[in-house]
């Protein structure tokens, strides 16, 4: 197998864009990222979607960006793999330069997500969960996180407010992000006082819904120089499964394919977790993020809140997160998240990170994590 | 439209049909053709009891589309005493009268109105055991 590099990143603002069109928002990232690598044109497109065809009554979105961006003809295939299908496009891209199939390869994450009412949003997501057993008795993605929630702060002694730094800190990243939704901070009492969308979980426990695309361009590492002076490795891709369903999991505060997919791409670098300078992690939920830390090995168990309470998830802390403002201030267009995470550690590791550069970082990880849980994708990026 | 896939799952959303490995006396709910202890195909059907306990709960103010009248009800994480866990809504409760390590039970109940065809859709959701239920619940034991 070859190494891998990125050779050039893209994104669009996140926010409500009314005006632009799922292809208009997939094709401006895609030519961004191109552009950036001083390319026209690549041997192949992977695009990481989770519902176009629920929430624009778009499928064969591959043809359709291939087409629009100016390339038609190059093979381009759709991957996906719920909330994280951003990152499992980057995988399938890392594996397909890898291999030697092609040599300049496109991954672009993308989701419009404002043109249906919530209602129809809050279904279209709930097709990650187990259709027959937990979406058709009315179970939704932000129900399952609270029940999660809930029995982790029953499980380890935690109040809702407790997990208001992982909030604070990612606003806080988010306000020099242009590309970032929110870019405004919240008080500890703008935490409290947030309407609930499922109890514990309130509407700032949550990431929005919002529409955005990001793209990366990859090549084997021994022709990266050829097209940029800032080529970044891929050290690590790794993606892992669990079971569908929340409910039948033996140990239900432990995320098992995060945790793996972690483990591959730890063995497949030599690297140990307090080697990694910064962790774009799946802020989808704050209890996403406390399991997180968890299951990637960064805090013990049950010590994922108590791990950001110590300030430990600052930019200039131990570990910094979602040092742009996360899926919850940057913005959670589902399928597109997972690219957005890629292009913010490129950017830090060539120090492009602006006001949120992380000093001195060498080594970022990325995981991405789709339904409940129950798929995780890794990656490991480093110069 | 959907009639097909709920004629197939009438076993499940009516009777709580659940799988058994006949190798390894593993429990699935929902029933699966492959064990995931010790992967034996041989599974056989197994019939739960209905009973439960309640292990979490959420109120949920943003139900999915077709579940509008959902709004302020409680979804629950159930363990059941074969060893299973499932998740289903609550029903005829008051949202503040229920805890975790509420005692519930099994009823078949409407789940949503599919507007478009006039479909209804029913399944199983929990209620709370309580009083004379509960004691009858206790002497057939
Ligand atoms: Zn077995």
Redesign the interface.
């Given at each position: 197998m070859r190494d891998v590099s990125i050779i050039g990143v893209g994104q669009t603002p996140v926010g409500e864009h009314w005006a632009h069109s799922l292809r208009d928002l997939g094709v401006e990232a895609t030519r961004a990222a191109l552009a950036d690598a001083g390319l026209e044109r690549p041997d192949a497109l992977f695009v990481g979607n989770m519902v176009s065809g629920l929430l624009c009554q778009q499928e064969n979105l591959a043809t359709l960006l291939a087409d629009f961006s100016g390339f038609p003809g190059i093979e381009a295939l759709k991957i996906e793999a719920a909330c994280a299908s951003g990152a499992a496009a980057v995988r399938v891209a890392q594996l397909a330069v890898a291999s030697g199939a092609h040599d300049l390869v496109v991954a672009v994450g993308i989701e419009k997500m404002t043109d249906l009412a919530?209602?129809?949003v809050?279904?279209a997501l709930?097709t990650a969960a187990?259709a027959?057993?937990?979406?058709?008795?009315?179970?939704?993605f932000?129900?399952?996180n609270?029940?999660?929630m809930?029995?982790y702060m029953?499980r380890y002694g935690y109040t809702r407010a407790d997990f208001a730094p992982f909030v604070i800190t990612a606003h806080e990243n988010a306000v020099t992000n242009p590309y970032a939704m929110f870019r405004e901070t919240v008080t500890p009492e703008d935490f409290l006082n947030s309407?609930?969308?499922?109890?514990?979980?309130s509407i700032l426990d949550s990431s929005p819904v919002c529409d955005g695309a990001a793209a990366v361009v990859l090549c084997p590492s021994d022709r990266a120089r050829s097209f940029t002076e800032q080529p970044v490795k891929i050290l690590a891709s790794a993606t892992a499964t669990d079971?569908i369903?929340?409910?039948?999991r033996k140990d239900?505060l432990w995320f098992g394919a995060a945790y793996e997919s972690a483990h591959r791409a730890y063995r497949q670098t030599g690297l140990r977790p307090e080697e990694v300078d910064f962790f774009e992690l799946h802020d989808a939920f704050t209890i996403v993020s406390a399991l997180s830390l968890e299951a990637a090995c960064f805090a013990e168990r049950g010590q994922g809140v108590r791990f950001a309470q110590e300030c430990h998830i600052h930019r200039n802390g131990k570990l910094p997160i979602c040092t742009q403002g996360g899926l919850k201030a940057r913005g959670h267009p589902v399928g597109a998240s997972g690219a957005y995470q890629i292009v913010e550690a490129v950017n830090q590791l060539r120090g492009h990170g602006g006001p949120n550069q992380v000093a001195n970082c060498r080594v970022g990880m990325a995981q991405s994590i789709g339904g409940m849980a129950s798929v995780a994708v890794t990656h490991i990026l480093g110069v | 439209m959907e009639l097909p896939?709920y004629h197939r799952?009438r076993s499940?959303f009516y009777r709580l049909q659940a799988s058994r490995c006949a190798a390894c006396q593993a429990t699935?709910?929902?029933p699966r053709p492959y064990c995931?202890h010790c992967g034996s195909r041989n599974l056989e059907e197994l019939r739960l009891s209905g009973r439960g306990r309640v292990?979490?709960?959420?109120?949920?103010?943003?139900?999915?589309?077709?579940?509008?009248d959902?709004v302020g009800t409680l979804?629950?994480?159930i363990e059941l005493p074969e060893g299973?866990?499932?998740?289903?809504?609550l029903t005829d409760v008051e949202p503040a009268e229920v805890e975790?390590g509420q005692e519930v039970e099994m009823v078949v109940r409407r789940?949503?109105t599919d507007e478009e065809q006039g479909l209804i859709?029913y399944?199983?959701k929990f209620r709370p055991v309580v009083g004379a239920r509960a004691a009858e619940g206790a002497n057939s034991a």
């Amino acid at each position: 197998m070859r190494d891998v590099s990125i050779i050039g990143v893209g994104q669009t603002p996140v926010g409500e864009h009314w005006a632009h069109s799922l292809r208009d928002l997939g094709v401006e990232a895609t030519r961004a990222a191109l552009a950036d690598a001083g390319l026209e044109r690549p041997d192949a497109l992977f695009v990481g979607n989770m519902v176009s065809g629920l929430l624009c009554q778009q499928e064969n979105l591959a043809t359709l960006l291939a087409d629009f961006s100016g390339f038609p003809g190059i093979e381009a295939l759709k991957i996906e793999a719920a909330c994280a299908s951003g990152a499992a496009a980057v995988r399938v891209a890392q594996l397909a330069v890898a291999s030697g199939a092609h040599d300049l390869v496109v991954a672009v994450g993308i989701e419009k997500m404002t043109d249906l009412a919530i209602d129809g949003v809050t279904s279209a997501l709930a097709t990650a969960a187990d259709a027959d057993y937990e979406a058709a008795h009315g179970v939704t993605f932000t129900a399952l996180n609270a029940l999660l929630m809930r029995l982790y702060m029953e499980r380890y002694g935690y109040t809702r407010a407790d997990f208001a730094p992982f909030v604070i800190t990612a606003h806080e990243n988010a306000v020099t992000n242009p590309y970032a939704m929110f870019r405004e901070t919240v008080t500890p009492e703008d935490f409290l006082n947030s309407p609930m969308v499922a109890e514990p979980i309130s509407i700032l426990d949550s990431s929005p819904v919002c529409d955005g695309a990001a793209a990366v361009v990859l090549c084997p590492s021994d022709r990266a120089r050829s097209f940029t002076e800032q080529p970044v490795k891929i050290l690590a891709s790794a993606t892992a499964t669990d079971t569908i369903g929340l409910a039948p999991r033996k140990d239900l505060l432990w995320f098992g394919a995060a945790y793996e997919s972690a483990h591959r791409a730890y063995r497949q670098t030599g690297l140990r977790p307090e080697e990694v300078d910064f962790f774009e992690l799946h802020d989808a939920f704050t209890i996403v993020s406390a399991l997180s830390l968890e299951a990637a090995c960064f805090a013990e168990r049950g010590q994922g809140v108590r791990f950001a309470q110590e300030c430990h998830i600052h930019r200039n802390g131990k570990l910094p997160i979602c040092t742009q403002g996360g899926l919850k201030a940057r913005g959670h267009p589902v399928g597109a998240s997972g690219a957005y995470q890629i292009v913010e550690a490129v950017n830090q590791l060539r120090g492009h990170g602006g006001p949120n550069q992380v000093a001195n970082c060498r080594v970022g990880m990325a995981q991405s994590i789709g339904g409940m849980a129950s798929v995780a994708v890794t990656h490991i990026l480093g110069v | 439209m959907e009639l097909p896939r709920y004629h197939r799952l009438r076993s499940t959303f009516y009777r709580l049909q659940a799988s058994r490995c006949a190798a390894c006396q593993a429990t699935y709910f929902p029933p699966r053709p492959y064990c995931l202890h010790c992967g034996s195909r041989n599974l056989e059907e197994l019939r739960l009891s209905g009973r439960g306990r309640v292990l979490s709960l959420t109120r949920v103010y943003q139900p999915s589309r077709g579940f509008s009248d959902g709004v302020g009800t409680l979804t629950a994480l159930i363990e059941l005493p074969e060893g299973l866990r499932l998740i289903a809504q609550l029903t005829d409760v008051e949202p503040a009268e229920v805890e975790t390590g509420q005692e519930v039970e099994m009823v078949v109940r409407r789940l949503r109105t599919d507007e478009e065809q006039g479909l209804i859709v029913y399944g199983y959701k929990f209620r709370p055991v309580v009083g004379a239920r509960a004691a009858e619940g206790a002497n057939s034991a």
